[in-house]
């Protein structure tokens, strides 16, 4: 069992930044493969970004635009998703997903588990 906890979510308007966190139960991230998705009502989640497991590969959807970055801290098991020149249209529900192996190429079926997801608003 892999618990997940996204936060950082919040109110913003167009042109700010947000960095959201998550959070593991894992006493070793490397293993895992990690990645983060975004979801607006009545629609699927849309891969953004992932880091490979034993790896320093980093994938991102074209859909982020260079806008956002993933990186993760191994000390303290933590993923991190900076968002930058945040549009209205990134306004979404944030989760972030974990899976043993994961492809990079944004497979929803690959991440056995995921945390609750954070609210990210950005008005006009």
């Known amino acids: 069992q892999v618990q997940l906890v996204e936060s950082g979510g919040g109110l913003v308007q167009t042109g700010d930044s947000l960095r959201l966190s998550c959070t593991t139960s894992v006493d070793t991230l490397k293993p895992y493969g990690m990645g983060w998705f975004r979801q607006v009502p009545g629609k699927g989640r849309e891969f953004l970004a992932a880091?490979?497991?034993?790896?320093?590969?980093?994938y991102y959807s074209s859909v982020m635009r260079g806008r956002f970055s993933v990186s993760r801290d191994d000390a303290k098991n933590t993923v991190y998703l900076q968002m930058n020149s945040l549009l209205p249209e990134d306004t979404a529900v944030y989760y972030c997903?974990?899976?043993?192996?994961?492809?990079?190429?944004?497979?929803?079926?690959?991440?056995?588990?995921w945390g609750q997801g954070t609210q990210v608003t950005v008005s006009s």
């Open positions: 997903a974990a899976g043993a192996t994961i492809s990079g190429f944004g497979l929803e079926s690959e991440y056995g588990y």
């Open positions: 880091v490979k497991q034993n790896s320093a590969s980093k």
